[in-house]
């Protein structure tokens, strides 16, 4: 079956601009998570849904990001006022429902520029 | 709170050797999982192999097993008989109750011909 999928794949971004970034999990995955991965560091996480529960959103950086999902399925994650900073390439993960030992299926990522 | 500690940020093997990443990590949970995924230039993040804490068994996946010492809390990844596709970042993680992950700062591994 389809892999989580993310688009777009590439960003590039004024500073000061908003952007938004789009996860498809795979189909049945009731978890979901986003991660941030800057150059030369591992995954940071930033934020995770489960089913109808109120999101994890403990990792966000900053009141600039947000994400949503709608009908507990895809994923938006806003980056508001864009700063260079924010540059880094952002992950996506789905996960079936049951023990958190379950693997995590991550997307191809979003490389996001701030110029 | 969870940590994860890679003290190699690069590593060479010699293809059909073994080599062996090192990670530790630090979390106050009792009940936690450890994992390595592999990052090739793809971006595209695959799971190797994968271990839960109560388990003293270490696990193994074909050419790759772990040691996986709880006392020191230690999770070593082994790559037996290295392959070209081999070559890639390799990511330590550990998970808990609270389901996201705590990665490593990354080992690149590279593998010579």
């Known amino acids: 079956g389809a892999g989580v999928s993310q688009s777009p794949s590439n960003k590039v971004t004024e500073k000061g601009k908003d952007v938004e970034l789009r996860c498809d999990p795979i189909?049945?995955?009731?978890?979901l998570y986003w991660y941030r991965q800057s150059l030369g560091q591992g995954l940071e996480f930033l934020i995770y849904?489960?089913?109808?529960?109120?999101?994890?959103k403990s990792g966000l950086p900053s009141d600039r990001f947000s994400a949503e999902r709608t009908g507990g399925s895809v994923s938006t994650l806003t980056i508001q006022r864009t700063q260079q900073e924010d540059s880094a390439v952002y992950l996506c993960?789905?996960?079936?429902?049951?023990?958190?030992?379950?693997?995590?299926?991550f997307g191809p990522g979003t490389r996001l520029t701030v110029l | 709170a969870q940590t994860v500690t890679q003290s190699q940020p690069e590593m060479s093997v010699q293809e059909a050797e073994t080599v062996t990443l090192s990670c530790t990590y630090d979390?106050?949970?009792?009940?936690?999982?450890l994992f390595w995924y592999k990052q090739p230039p793809s971006r595209q993040m695959i799971l190797v192999i994968r271990?839960?804490?109560?388990?003293?068994q270490n696990a193994t996946e074909n050419r790759f097993s772990v040691n996986f010492q709880k006392a020191a809390k230690s999770f070593s990844l082994k790559i037996s008989d290295s392959q070209l596709g081999d070559a890639a970042m390799y990511f330590c993680?550990?998970?808990?109750?609270?389901?996201?992950?705590?990665f490593g700062t990354g080992t690149l591994l590279a593998v010579q011909p």
């Open positions: 993960a789905s996960r079936s429902s049951g023990r958190p030992y379950n693997e995590q299926f």
């Open positions: 979390t106050s949970e009792s009940d936690y999982y």
């Open positions: 271990q839960e804490a109560y388990k003293q």
């Open positions: 993680a550990v998970g808990g109750a609270t389901n996201k992950l705590i």
């Open positions: 849904f489960q089913g109808n529960s109120a999101p994890d």
């Open positions: 189909s049945g995955h009731t978890a």
